[in-house]
């Protein structure tokens, strides 16, 4: 298990959660939006937790090229790339806000799993919800 900075891995999960929030909200959104454009996707909601001290990540969201909410479900224990801060949560965000929610699902659509909520989930396993209605997520509309 990699942490950054001597933190505890909740610490590192809510690093790196805090800064996704702060890169998809349109008032703190560096550069105003340019380089972290997320393709008009918007948070409903977020949190972290640890499990079997690996940091995780939950983000709900929404996004405009299908119509309904999205779940991510991301563990936060692997390597992460060097952009252009030298700041590994920020580093981890981005990668995050470009590399996950705002590109389409493509093939991960197929493997999504609803919840009770509405929510169609996608990313490390476990996924939160109804294993065994997993399937194709609804087409876009």
Do not use: C, K
Request: charged share 25%; hydrophobic share 40%; no cysteine.
């Amino acid at each position: 298990m990699r942490v950054f900075d001597g933190s505890t891995p909740g610490e590192w999960a809510e690093r790196v959660r805090r800064e996704v929030v702060r890169q998809l909200d349109p008032q703190t959104r560096p550069g105003g939006g340019g380089h972290f454009d997320a393709n008009g996707a918007y948070l409903l909601s977020s949190w972290s937790s640890v499990v079997d001290d690996v940091p995780v990540l939950h983000l709900v969201y929404r996004h405009p090229w299908w119509g309904f909410a999205t779940g991510l479900r991301r563990e936060l224990d692997g390597d992460v790339l060097a952009n252009h801060s030298g700041d590994p949560a920020v580093n981890l965000a981005d990668d995050i806000v470009i590399g996950d929610v705002g590109e389409p699902l493509g093939r991960n659509a197929d493997l999504m799993v609803p919840d009770a909520d509405g929510v169609w989930w996608w990313g490390d396993d476990p996924l939160l919800g109804d294993r065994a209605r997993r399937g194709p997520a609804p087409s876009p509309g």
